[in-house]
């Protein structure tokens, strides 16, 4: 839907229009009730700029509002605080009309100058790691009070969907500036203790490490299905339990309405409580291996990797099949791109790489490694699931005559080596953030991003594709080329093993709960139903 | 009783002990692959990103200078901050420290309350049936993994019975002790299991000493002997006990902490060491050092109180 509206150059959308999405029983709706629901974690940092973790992007838009709102699909955007948008003929520049009466939770009004020093803030190369979403943002000017221009430095097919990531979210200038601390990063610290937005639920009280409460927005301006402001509860509560178990336990007790991450392996259990919904939400998540690929490691050694046959036969003899039977339970599907297939400009179906064990050990015969090799794969120590997938890689491998060393560290250790580029292979996944492919594309292909996730992988070809494909509105042609950009990465650094929904087993009276395939867990249409 | 120039002498000399703690931390947490910005930025951040905020945390200063600010710092009581949570250290301490207490209390409560009149029973009637029972219970109880008793009275008393709510530390100090019953039952009977062994045997030494057939001699009343002879003086080598394992209760928490889903330290002290966040290893290493410290005094002072001898 984004590029849709993009090619066409000029379109304006009307309030209200798209809605529909919001999840919106047809029946009454029973209002008011605090849901308890258990995370597996809890917020770090919850600014929407200068966040990095998941623990606050998926649960920031409950406190904070965009200009646009992402879709339920995850694919498209709809209204938010602004009612409409246009992309001018050339591309160059948005203007966006703001909605009328919006109002932060205090009840000070929104106005163009919270929007502009907002976006301002966001776009700040200085301020965070989401600045590249505003990359193309070449100034924000208040044409008048309900309208604001963004004048573009090239046409950005993403920037509509750039503006309803969270980095984008609207916050109160005046009240933001009045924070105690000399620098703006301090004043953040000070005011994400006490934020205050424009989203459905305003942070009421913040024990860390513990729970979080959030209230109901009694200024919010989106309306429910019973023609009376969102949201229908009267608050929600996340409680932080890290132990699987315990969060099952909780929720079957009766104690939380609702809880995440639930373990594949408890899943078909759940489905059978008649008192629980075990919902699978689709996800743009992607579980993959990630090779490196430079010609010789760290240690000075030659490195098998290096050769694309070499790399093709290692997904030949990788059956994934069985690696989501072991360890998704059978709830994940086989990658067909290096991308979700929820994310918009996906190509392919089926595996990239269909099981093929003979191939592999042709392909490795050509390569000159008949006599097979050794490498070894960093593990994230203690994680579940990347253990199976890695003692699953190991045997198959092993079939083919490749010996699998599987190293297990902590996540900072990981980290720390995977971007120095000392390793051979590492496990990870990925969830989008934006409805656009731009953002995983330029972390795991183009090269100036991170090397292609840190694998030294580089195609001129990819390169010049990717950056045609961030100025290019024409949608048929920027489908093309990332048709193409897939089909390269083909080559490319990575094991593409699976994708995998979002698992959160709720009480069978919680309606309208969603969590879009950007993992954003969206509260505003929820309700406890008897 | 121990004089109070006996307590200042312990007390300071807890200040070589902090110091040597506050110096290892500092090395140790220097030592793990990785920093901090490896663990805050993930994967996605590019090297300028990280260069910014290394210098944006001050990592970037040679490790000398660092540990000099951070002396400085703690000698005026300030800790730094959170690299993660961006709020002061002892802001987290403050919150974190107090569920880990109770239940840390609590449970050496239980223990004592489980381990004094068992240990007595069982002493008195060695070798008979009710010996052996409560023997194998205690070591049953010893020999199953914490996390495994946690999960087990989760699933019964919580999830079935529903007489306790699973997991959390609810609001207000009633409520708290009541969510905090069941964690601190888990680890009170593993260590009540090792006091109780401690205290039988202790008992068993003091009632076959001189002094006891002594007091049963002159015609004291039983019950008498029991509570002033034997228990007090069977408990001297207990209490001795109870400090080292109070401190390693501290340490166990951690994992009734994740299970039992407490806001405690334990789990405070593990995400910081994954996410390498050197501050907060730092001030919660030294915190723990000194309520550890605090209590070896304590179980000192109420061993010198059983045992005047022991004061020196």
């Known amino acids: 839907m984004t590029t849709a509206i993009k090619s066409a150059a000029i379109l304006t959308l009307l309030a209200g229009t798209g809605l529909a999405g919001l999840a919106a029983p047809a029946q009454a709706v029973t209002r008011g009730g605090t849901m308890t629901y258990g995370r597996y974690a809890d917020s770090l940092f919850p600014d929407p700029v200068l966040n990095d973790a998941n623990v606050d992007i998926w649960i920031l838009s409950n406190i904070y509002d965009t200009l646009l709102l992402p879709t339920d699909d995850g694919k498209g955007v709809q209204p938010g605080l602004a009612t409409a948008w246009t992309v001018a003929p050339d591309g160059k520049s948005v203007t966006l009309t703001l909605r009328e009466g919006t109002m932060f939770s205090d009840g000070s009004p929104i106005t163009a100058e919270d929007v502009k020093w907002s976006l301002d803030r966001a776009r700040d190369p200085k301020n965070g790691i989401w600045n590249f979403i505003d990359e193309s943002i070449g100034a924000v000017d208040i044409k008048d009070p309900k309208t604001i221009v963004l004048t573009l430095k090239h046409p950005d097919p993403a920037i509509i969907a750039g503006l309803s990531v969270f980095n984008n979210q609207i916050m109160p200038k005046t009240q933001f500036e009045a924070m105690p601390g000399a620098t703006m990063v301090e004043k953040a610290k000070a005011f994400a203790e006490h934020p205050v937005g424009s989203g459905p639920f305003v942070l009421q009280s913040w024990s860390r490490g513990q729970e979080m409460k959030l209230v109901r927005n009694p200024h919010y301006w989106r309306q429910g299905a019973d023609g009376k402001p969102l949201p229908y509860l009267d608050g929600v509560t996340f409680e932080v339990l890290p132990d699987d178990a315990t969060r099952i336990l909780k929720v079957q007790s009766g104690e939380l309405d609702g809880a995440e991450f639930i373990p594949f392996s408890r899943v078909e259990e759940l489905k059978g409580d008649p008192k629980l919904n075990m919902a699978l939400f689709p996800s743009t998540k992607v579980t993959y291996g990630n090779f490196n690929v430079r010609p010789k490691l760290n240690s000075g050694a030659d490195n098998p990797l290096s050769n694309a046959k070499v790399r093709e036969a290692l997904n030949d003899a990788a059956d994934k099949d069985a690696i989501i039977a072991i360890v998704t339970h059978g709830v994940g599907t086989p990658m067909s791109s290096y991308m979700s297939s929820a994310t918009p400009l996906h190509t392919g179906t089926g595996p990239v790489f269909p099981t093929d064990p003979d191939k592999a050990k042709a392909l490795l015969k050509e390569a000159g490694f008949d006599k097979g090799f050794k490498f070894s794969c960093l593990v994230l120590a203690g994680n579940v699931d990347e253990i199976g997938i890695a003692t699953a890689l190991q045997q198959m491998w092993a079939a083919v005559g490749v010996t699998l060393d599987i190293e297990q560290v902590d996540n900072a250790t990981r980290t720390d080596r995977f971007r120095k580029g000392d390793f051979s292979m590492r496990l990870g996944d990925w969830t989008d953030d934006i409805a656009d492919p731009n953002e995983i594309t330029s972390y795991f292909g183009y090269t100036p991003v991170i090397e292609a996730q840190h694998s030294g992988w580089k195609s001129d070809e990819f390169n010049s594709l990717y950056e045609a494909s961030q100025q290019e509105l024409d949608t048929t042609k920027r489908a093309g080329q990332y048709a193409r950009m897939q089909e390269i990465y083909r080559n490319g650094p990575t094991v593409p093993l699976y994708e995998s929904p979002y698992p959160v087993v709720l009480k069978t009276g919680v309606k309208g709960f969603l969590q879009i395939p950007l993992g954003n867990n969206i509260f505003s249409g929820t309700s406890l139903e008897k | ?312």
């Open chain 2, 1 to 312: 009783m121990p004089d109070a120039g006996y307590v200042l002498r312990r007390l300071l000399q807890m200040v070589p002990t902090l110091t040597f703690i506050l110096v290892v931390t500092f090395v140790l947490v220097r030592l793990l692959p990785g920093d901090p910005l490896s663990a805050i930025a993930g994967d996605r951040v590019t090297d300028a990103q990280v260069a910014q905020a290394r210098a944006a945390y001050g990592l970037d200063q040679p490790v000398l200078v660092q540990f000099g600010l951070y002396v400085k710092r703690v000698i005026t009581g300030d800790l730094g901050r959170s690299l993660i949570a961006q709020v002061p250290v002892w802001t987290l301490v403050g919150q974190r420290l107090p569920p880990t207490l109770l239940l840390t209390g609590m449970a050496t409560g239980i223990a004592v309350a489980l381990a004094v009149p068992l240990a007595f029973i069982s002493a008195l009637r060695r070798g008979r049936a009710s010996d052996l029972v409560i023997r194998g219970a205690f070591q049953i109880g010893l020999s199953m993994p914490v996390f495994y008793i946690g999960l087990v009275l989760l699933t019964v008393f919580s999830a079935q019975l529903r007489w306790f709510p699973v997991g959390g530390y609810g609001d207000g100090w009633g409520d708290r002790v009541y969510h905090l019953f069941l964690p601190a039952l888990t680890l009170g009977v593993s260590l009540a299991a090792v006091l109780m062994r401690n205290l039988r045997s202790a008992i068993i030494d003091v009632l076959g000493a001189e002094y006891v057939d002594f007091a049963r001699a002159k015609g004291l009343a039983p019950r008498i002997v029991l509570t002033r002879h034997v228990l007090r003086n069977a408990l001297i080598s207990t209490v001795a006990l109870l400090g080292p394992t109070v401190g390693t209760l501290l340490g166990g928490a951690v994992i009734t902490e994740a299970v039992f889903a407490i806001p405690g330290v334990g789990r405070l002290m593990i995400d910081s060491i994954y996410g390498r966040d050197y501050p907060v290893i730092q001030g919660l290493s030294l915190t723990l050092a000194l309520v550890v410290s605090l209590v070896f005094l304590l179980t000192d002072l109420l061993q010198a109180a059983l045992d005047p001898r022991t004061a020196g």
